[in-house]
């Protein structure tokens, strides 16, 4: 391989000759060696954002020439559109404020941006990190790539499962079948009821994480170090906030306490409580299709979902819930990333939450998850659900908790009573109801209606 000698503040470094890095990322690849994690591409694509918009907003306030913020502009576009990606190696177990991520976004847009210029116009820290700290460029891309993940990702994953279970309620709405509270019998319920419940958590779990999204749309930039703002000139922090709203499309703003900003990743940790609450309805969600499908014969087998692959190396003919276990495997890691969003972000001490790191990278790893977990779950099982109705007719008239109708004509004890002799004897309620002298054979026909009762 083949080498050029990059200088820092520290001295020289060799840097692969092919790579547009510098000395400040050669020192972090040498000096964490942890693990294989590395920076997330989000996080390596909100930086070329903010960089952008940070010089476009340093050349509105005076502090930068035309050609320079030509060469900036064009090589942050290349890393927003991921053709650098290669030249952003770094592993999340670094600095705990981002800083060697930060200087890895300034000394890849400045060679390039040299390249692109064919002369020697930017410096890491003079240009493409002016006005700027890593102290506010960190926190500022973390809720960037939060805020462009959820909303061009997570939502439209999350309406797509919406959709197909609103498509579902319609076409099983003149289905009832047996209710289950405890994992045992109760009363009747429509299918399509049950399956509106799973929508509305849908529905329901987005409306709680765009509540947190006016949080993540308030940016750390412009609190430079400590949050006083120290080096960065009057009226940076709007300007900024206000280019990358123009960048992004969305309305992005200052936050108003910087202090905060650095500090606190409440934001952030109220942002992924919405992830965890989805998390939580996709493994209830998950759980109940599968129940509903077990069997073939010897479960409740009151579903149909699709038949994707063999089920086992050992039994022929064995079908499993395959994307149920795996959208439950992803509800798992995103409550373990929960609590270490939680823990890191309590870790705010004084003027700087060094934890920022490992708060982007199970973020966005939950966002990643959740966005393919139920995009996945919809196409290969959801979407091909179709309910055994005659299993389902089947189960309710079976049912003994259909007593629950008679409480009204022989009163909760006798229901009681007919409801465990049946059970004990093996007979129908209405056989049981006639035994004990509780109803006669016509008035049980008049007021028992299952399908009324739902």
């Not at 410096?123 to 890593?134: E, F, G, K, R, V």
């Not at 699709?306 to 495997?329: A, D, R, Y």
């Amino acid at each position: 391989m083949e080498y050029r000698i990059e200088k820092d503040s520290m001295g020289e470094m060799k840097v692969p000759a092919d790579r547009y890095w510098a000395a400040q990322t050669q020192r972090s690849l040498q000096n964490f060696k942890i693990g294989g994690e590395q920076m997330p591409e989000e996080i390596t694509h909100a930086f070329g954002l903010l960089k952008k918009a940070a010089a476009i907003t340093n050349y509105r306030l005076g502090k930068l020439d035309d050609r320079r913020l030509d060469a900036i502009c064009k090589a942050s576009d290349e890393v927003i559109a991921g053709e650098l990606t290669g030249h952003f190696p770094l592993l999340v177990w670094q600095t705990g404020s981002g800083t060697q991520s930060n200087m890895n976004a300034n000394e890849v847009i400045a060679n390039r941006g040299n390249e692109i210029a064919g002369e020697k116009l930017l410096h890491p820290n003079d240009h493409i990190n002016m006005s700027q700290s890593s102290n506010d460029t960190f926190p500022t891309a973390l809720h960037i790539a939060a805020v462009m993940s959820i909303e061009d990702k997570l939502f439209p994953s999350m309406d797509k499962l919406t959709d197909t279970f609103r498509r579902l309620e319609n076409e099983n709405e003149d289905v009832v079948k047996s209710g289950r509270t405890h994992l045992q019998d109760a009363v009747p319920i429509k299918f399509s009821q049950e399956i509106s419940g799973w929508r509305n958590m849908l529905e329901k779990t987005k409306g709680m994480l765009k509540a947190s999204l006016p949080g993540l749309k308030e940016l750390a930039l412009g609190g430079t170090a400590v949050g006083t703002g120290l080096n960065a000139p009057k009226g940076f922090d709007v300007e900024a906030a206000k280019v990358i709203s123009e960048l992004t499309g969305r309305e992005f703003v200052t936050a108003g306490n910087k202090f905060h900003a650095l500090s606190a990743k409440d934001d952030i940790t109220f942002a992924h409580g919405g992830l965890k609450a989805l998390a939580a309805d996709m493994m209830k969600i998950a759980n109940d299709i599968r129940w509903l499908s077990s069997g073939p014969r010897c479960g409740l087998g009151e579903i149909y979902i699709p038949e994707n692959e063999p089920g086992s190396s050992i039994m022929p003919g064995k079908v499993n819930p395959t994307q149920c276990e795996s959208l439950t495997m992803v509800a798992v890691q995103v409550m373990g990333n929960d609590a270490a969003v939680g823990f890191a972000a309590s870790q705010g001490n004084f003027e700087l939450n060094v934890f920022m790191p490992v708060i982007a990278y199970n973020f966005l790893q939950s966002v990643r998850l959740l966005t393919d977990g139920i995009l996945s779950f919809n196409d290969n099982c959801a979407s091909g659900i179709k309910a055994n109705r005659k299993k389902m007719k089947d189960n309710l008239y079976n049912s003994l908790m259909l007593v629950t109708a008679l409480n009204p004509y022989i009163g909760y004890d006798n229901a009681a009573r007919a409801a465990k002799k049946a059970y004990k004897e093996n007979i129908s309620l209405k056989q049981s109801c006639i035994e004990l002298g509780l109803l006669t054979e016509e008035k049980f026909e008049e007021v028992f209606h299952p399908e009324g009762m739902a």
